[in-house]
């Protein structure tokens, strides 16, 4: 079983940063994508950034310039670097990997638990 263990997240003043950290654990054979999303009171889960095995990495137009992701494979764990924090950015933050259990096996998508990002004075 493949879990994903989030933290970092909590109250921050606007225009103040935050790093989030996801952890996998379990039988993991190769990760290819690993990603954060978040939700908003009231709002679908929306795509925040992305990095592939690769590195190569994709933002969302509201985060571009202020957020960063980054992975260590060695260490199973993607993370978030977020600066010039907003209130909009107000969200519970889910990271996601797709794992395979095998070479040449297909990939399964697992999600974290989810941590919780309040900006505000």
């Known amino acids: 079983q493949v879990q994903l263990v989030e933290s970092g997240g909590g109250l921050v003043q606007p225009g103040g940063s935050l790093r989030l950290s996801c952890a996998a654990s379990g039988s993991i054979f190769s990760i290819s994508s690993m990603g954060w999303y978040r939700q908003a009171p009231g709002k679908e889960r929306e795509l925040v950034a992305q990095?592939?095995?690769?590195?190569?990495?994709n933002y969302a137009d509201s985060v571009k310039g202020r957020f960063a992701i980054s992975r260590d494979n060695a260490k199973l764990t993607v993370y978030l670097q977020m600066s010039s924090l907003k209130p909009d950015d107000t969200a519970v933050y889910y990271c996601?990997?797709?794992?395979?259990?095998?070479?040449?096996?297909?990939?399964?998508?697992?999600w974290g638990q989810g941590t919780l990002v309040t900006v505000s004075s």
């Open positions: 996601s990997i797709d794992w395979a259990r095998a070479n040449k096996a297909g990939y399964f998508r697992v």
């Open positions: 990095i592939t095995s690769g590195g190569s990495t």
